[in-house]
């Protein structure tokens, strides 16, 4: 039955994939093109770019995609709700735990979070760089950069606005 | 207006615009929840931010779903998630369906080359913002900088990342109760 497996598919995507975005690919890769052929590797990738040019996170793009491809309208939602299933489970019950020890003033939980917020920190700037990496190409997308940076953190101009100014930017400077 | 479609239009507008995965979206949520709305202080942005972190699946959807439940139980987490998911379901749906070819144009990928720059500015710029108010002492900064480098340069797995943190941070806790 297609749509059980899409959704033992992607749920299985959902509980495996950590790291978030670009991280959680290799394992979708394997799901989707070796263990069920559904997409071929060339046509796999074509969605990681579109994923990356449409909105939302990639992890989803992805679900609904490949839904779509295998089960139509259908296979979309169940494959959605499948990657996203064992995110409300476990982030709930983390809510509560976390919740319960902060209420009761315990120490150790405020120096736990506060000994993992450099790990924490890291994996975003991680993707900062890679970003960085993968866009900037010349001295003016680094002045793009650099001034996005400075704008996001001396104002308080909605963030919105610095990306679209800067695509604005890349329309003047590079077409 | 009612609390859930509050939350549920805030995730909406930031999945609805932010192009290029979950990360984008961060300094986003954070700037929609923590600077605006109020909804949550930075201190706890961080903690969910790090719920968000160490349990798998989507990030983006992870935050939508701890930062919901703090605004207004299970159902503002489900507005949060809801809000969050629609826009990438969508638009990805509308492609799959149209063919459409818009994101071959010269005139978005020119857009792009200005774009995705500035993405990794506000997402550095978000690091440094919750940094300057979560990181205290200085070993917390050389964490920082260790677990960057692990992950730039040796290209570590993220989930052995995570676990090593968090086996290092239960050794700081237990040191310092004794």
């Known amino acids: 039955m297609i749509f059980w497996q899409l959704f033992l598919s992607f749920f299985r995507i959902g509980i495996f994939s950590f790291g978030g975005g670009y991280a959680t690919i290799p ?149 | 207006m009612k609390k859930n479609p509050k939350i549920f239009l805030s995730f909406l507008k930031i999945g609805a615009f932010t192009i290029g995965g979950g990360f984008v979206m961060l300094p986003l949520i954070r700037q929609e929840v923590v600077d605006r709305r109020k909804w949550i202080s930075e201190e706890q942005f961080m903690h969910f931010l790090t719920i968000a972190q160490s349990s798998p699946g989507v990030m983006a959807v992870n935050l939508s779903l701890a930062i919901g439940w703090e605004v207004n139980g299970f159902s503002g987490a489900l507005s949060g998630l809801l809000g969050a998911v629609l826009p990438s379901f969508v638009s990805i749906l509308l492609i799959a369906m149209l063919f459409l070819k818009y994101f071959e144009s010269a005139w978005l990928t020119a857009f792009f080359k200005g774009a995705v720059p500035a993405t990794s500015g506000v997402i550095g710029a978000v690091v440094f913002v919750l940094a300057r108010k979560n990181l205290k002492s200085f070993s917390q900064y050389a964490a920082l900088l260790v677990t960057t480098a692990l992950l730039v340069f040796w290209q570590a797995n993220p989930v052995l990342v995570i676990i090593l943190g968090m086996v290092v941070a239960l050794w700081v806790t237990y040191r310092r109760q004794v």
């Open chain 1, 27 to 175: 394992l979708i890769e394997k799901e989707i093109i070796v263990a069920h052929h559904w997409l071929t590797l060339p046509q796999f990738y074509q969605v990681v770019a579109v994923a990356g040019m449409t909105p939302g996170p990639v992890g989803i793009n992805c679900a609904t995609f490949v839904g779509y491809r295998v089960g139509g309208v259908l296979g979309s939602i169940v494959a959605t709700i499948a990657v996203v299933l064992p995110s409300i489970i476990i982030v709930s019950a983390l809510y509560y735990i976390l919740k319960k020890y902060l209420a009761k003033g315990e120490e150790s939980v405020t120096v736990f979070l506060s000994a993992m917020a450099p790990v924490v920190l890291s994996m975003v700037l991680t993707a900062a760089i890679s970003i960085a990496r993968e866009g900037i190409s010349d001295f003016r997308a680094i002045l793009i950069a650099l001034a996005a940076f400075i704008l996001a953190t001396a104002t308080k101009l909605n963030i919105l606005y610095i990306l679209g100014g800067a695509g604005l930017a890349g329309i003047l400077l590079y077409k």
